[in-house]
């Protein structure tokens, strides 16, 4: 962090905070826009604006490449706001344009956060986008030339930069009728005169309706800080409001030392016409600011009540949050209490249960954040692929509004990168071959989530070529990950073999996949989150990843039930209802002797507990026991257990890494958690559990 | 006399020869002390399913969940009930914490780079695989269990 002022580096969390957040809003925008091949001119302004805060704080942060970047891209579309028809002339390259600049201050403020960031040079875009802002002007009709001067003007900016000698500064502004001048001072050694001097004019905008400065562009050059330490910051300004009000307001603006009032018409009389010219810019400066103004201020408006927390405090308080669960139930669930009549501490302990749970909900909801961030990234990587590798593919996206927990979200932007890439790379047929196969010419692919009963189930298909299986076999064989003769495989076998270690189908490496690292790490990325993955694939129709996730990690409501001397849990949201049975008449039994209970005219199977997870004491007869009816999306089942404990809220923990290896997932067992009384309970898993079933 | 600055390298310095023994039967076997962090009494594992039988189970370590091995089947050898004397040792591998139950753990014997002995070669029946290496301490013969190839059929998974 070498270029980093050492004052500012308390600021550089933040500073890459909001740059990270506005540019994925200017992405978003980006997309939207090239899509329906329109810019709104709501959107214009809102890139305006980002562009035009990224500039003011990466100048403030000493960053002179992003700033100028962001400097010249907001030259064009000064241009585009004045004149929104001139944007069908650059319209081909300015979307990636605009993409290359917002990747280029990506990858910067991603360099920021590394220890040897030496800042790059942006020159080559901004010079590109100089290009397209003088198309724009070339074909400009002549009457729009002065309005054009500005941005001429502080698109040379960047250029002279590097050389500090921008400001003629004193060149002075014509005063004229009704104009008030303020010469301001700031307090020695306050640092950053420019900014301030910046944000002092942000703040007079709303009351003035002229407003120029010498120098005009304290933002744009830290250089002019010296300019204004010695020669104080010149501020003109015509207003319909009492100009004292405005006095007050530089008097109470941090950092102000001092302020002059100048007579007005007092100085500058003599005008060169350049200086003329630069005045009239200002001018024009003023109105798309106030405008900007607004557009902030209304942001303001809506985002006023939040802020921003370390993740790590989060992560901490979800924790504690846990651990209060449990003690909570170890106190009322306390050995020593039994068999005694406590009626008040009862009446206490539901109270305290109460506001438990009150606060785990508030925990859990600030902790979840929508899907639709990490869509919108795969947007852009549709996008990019489908132009390097000339494929037309239309990504859509469905439930984006469905929200996870903040640790799942990370956890599962690569994987879905990488099978979002895959999709393009090696699924999506080129345009020919769509065609000689009688498909769409553009592809699809498809990234839907929805919220199953406490599960988040996202798919992501394409309608591309398939998997090929006999590939997959010969490939599998060669790598030598066969455990059983090739003809015992099933396809669905053959297909989750591309998620096994070392495999990847892709003969030829290219810049998006086949790094060797494939599927396999996308399996263990997911797995880390508790989640699940299988593939459904049809020749020359598509392929389909269907991806579980749970909505949460960390707290279940669950019932206690008992099977021989082991207690599991069942998360509540998969029981439908428990019942006993009383006739032995009501279980009928299957032609392969397995067992089904009749209900209200259905028939469901009955998984025993007992004998999916061998436990030897375990009560068996069925008139006995208890049998609970669970379901999932598609599937309704009843399991048989000994008895029903009680209701209980747990922590989910998931198996020590340890034991990875073993699947345990595939066992229909999703976690464990430790009891009240210290002893440890496993997470039955109800969907894990109805797909073992169907597969026997 | 010990530099200030020396203690920490001292400390590994010490635990270096160092090891923890513990009876199978009638055998002694040592494994180093680097790796042990507690040795706790026996207690109560909830079973998993769909592992290989030496796993006997999670247990509760003061909120951790910890899966612990029966180092007797983990051997081959037949199962015993668990008595007073029977022992978890906890011990840290690839920095995750797994316990092995024992028959008893005796004491911490140091051991000369000298006196230590390379497992022969050939002939190795399956649990002399496992072996780091022989030690004569006083009388006794101590097996070092080399911990990285005790776990290795558990880890090998991660590795690939």
């Known amino acids: ?696 | 006399m010990v530099m200030e600055e020396n203690i920490v390298s001292t400390v590994m310095d010490d635990l270096q020869g160092k090891f923890l023994t513990f009876h199978i039967e009638d055998t002694i076997y040592g494994i180093e002390l680097l790796h042990v962090i507690e040795i706790i009494s026996i207690q109560n594992a909830t079973r998993i399913p769909n592992v290989p039988t030496y796993i006997k189970g999670i247990i509760n370590l003061r909120g951790k969940i910890v899966p612990v091995i029966d180092v007797r089947l983990k051997f081959k050898q037949s199962e015993r009930v668990y008595d007073e004397k029977t022992c978890i040792i906890v011990v840290v591998i690839e920095d995750m914490q797994v316990g092995l139950i024992v028959d008893r753990v005796s004491e911490v014997v140091t051991v000369d780079q000298a006196e230590l002995a390379n497992p022969p070669e050939l002939g190795t029946t399956s649990n002399e695989k496992y072996l780091q290496s022989i030690a004569t301490v006083g009388e006794k013969v101590v097996l070092n269990i080399d911990c990285h190839k005790f776990f290795h059929s558990d880890l090998n998974y991660t590795k690939i």
């Not at chain 1, 004229?176 to 703040?203: K, P, S, W």
């Not at chain 1, 749970?550 to 599991?568: C, K, N, R």
Request: aromatic share 6%; charged share 25%; net charge negative.
């Open chain 1, 1 to 696: 962090m070498s270029s980093i002022d050492p004052g500012m580096e308390s600021m550089l969390e933040m500073f890459i905070y909001e740059s990270t957040t506005l540019l994925e809003e200017l992405d978003e925008i980006m997309l939207e826009s090239e899509k329906s091949k329109d810019i709104s001119e709501k959107n214009i302004n809102e890139i305006f604006r980002i562009m035009h805060t990224i500039k003011g704080s990466s100048a403030m942060m000493g960053l002179e490449s992003i700033s100028s970047l962001a400097h010249s891209v907001e030259d064009v579309f000064f241009i585009v706001r004045e004149n929104p028809a001139k944007l069908k002339e650059i319209s081909d390259s300015i979307y990636d344009l605009l993409f290359q600049a917002s990747d280029f201050i990506k990858a910067e403020i991603d360099g920021l956060q590394t220890d040897d960031y030496t800042p790059k040079d942006s020159s080559s875009i901004i010079g590109l986008l100089e290009e397209q802002a003088a198309i724009m002007k070339g074909a400009a009709p002549r009457a729009a030339v002065p309005v054009t001067v500005a941005p001429t003007a502080t698109a040379q900016t960047p250029k002279q930069q590097s050389v500090p000698k921008r400001a003629p500064a004193d060149a002075g502004i014509s005063t004229g009728d009704g104009y008030h001048q303020v010469r301001v001072f700031f307090e020695d050694g306050c640092q950053m005169e420019n900014i301030r001097a910046f944000m002092l004019l942000t703040q007079m905008k709303d009351w003035c309706d002229e407003l120029d400065s010498v120098p005009p562009h304290p933002e744009a050059d830290s250089s002019l800080s010296s300019v204004i330490i010695d020669k104080g910051f010149i501020v003109k300004f015509k207003t319909t409001a009492n100009p004292e009000d405005i006095y007050k307001i530089i008097e109470n603006s941090i950092n102000v030392k001092s302020y002059e009032i100048l007579e007005t018409k007092e100085e500058n009389v003599s005008q060169n016409a350049t200086a003329a010219s630069s005045a009239s810019t200002v001018t024009v400066q003023v109105k798309d600011d106030q405008g900007q103004t607004s557009a902030i201020a209304a942001k303001a408006g809506s985002k006023q009540s939040l802020i921003s927390v370390n993740q790590t405090k989060l992560d901490q308080l979800m924790d504690l949050v846990g651990e209060l669960v449990t003690a909570e139930s170890m106190v009322a669930s306390n050995p020593d209490l039994k068999g005694l009549v406590l009626d008040n501490f009862n009446k206490s302990t539901r109270e305290l249960r109460k506001l438990t749970d009150e606060l785990q909900d508030v925990v859990m909801s600030i902790r979840m954040v929508p899907l639709s961030g990490v869509f919108q990234k795969m947007n852009r990587i549709v996008r990019d692929m489908g132009k390097k590798l000339n494929k037309a593919v239309e990504l859509e996206t469905i439930g984006g509004d469905t929200e996870v927990d903040k640790t799942i979200n990370d956890t599962i932007t690569d994987p879905f990168m990488h099978m979002i890439r895959n999709s393009m790379d090696h699924a999506i047929e080129s345009a020919e071959e769509r065609r000689a196969l009688g498909k769409p010419e553009t592809g699809k692919i498809t990234l839907a989530a929805q919220n199953i009963g406490g599960e988040i189930v996202i798919t992501i298909s394409d309608d591309g070529c398939g998997l090929d299986s006999a590939k997959i076999m010969s490939k599998a064989k060669k790598n030598g990950l066969l455990t059983k003769p090739e003809s015992e495989y099933s396809e669905k076998e053959i297909f989750s073999m591309i998620m096994l270690p070392g495999f990847s189908t892709n003969e030829a490496v290219t810049e998006y996949s086949g790094r060797g690292v494939g599927m396999d790490v996308v399996r263990k990325n997911l797995e880390k989150v508790g989640g699940t993955i299988s593939v459904e694939s049809t020749r020359n129709v598509g392929t389909t990843f269907t991806i579980k996730i749970p909505l949460t990690l960390a707290i279940v409501d669950g019932m206690e039930i008992s099977v021989g001397g082991s207690i599991f849990t069942l998360p509540i949201t998969s029981i439908k209802q428990s019942f006993k049975i009383f006739d032995p008449k009501q279980v009928i039994y299957n032609t392969d002797g397995s067992e089904m209970i009749m209900l209200r005219g259905e028939c469901f199977p009955i998984i025993r507990l007992h004998d999916v997870f061998s436990i030897d004491n375990a009560i068996k007869d069925l008139t006995e026991g208890i049998v609970i009816q669970i379901e999932n999306a598609s599937q309704v089942a009843c399991i048989f257990a000994d008895e029903l404990i009680g209701e209980q809220q747990v922590v989910v923990k998931p198996f020590p890494a340890f034991l990875n290896r073993y699947n345990i997932k595939q066992c229909g067992l999703s976690g464990c958690t430790i009891l009240g009384d210290g002893s440890i309970s496993l997470i039955l898993d109800a969907n894990n559990l109805l797909s073992i079933f169907e597969r026997q």
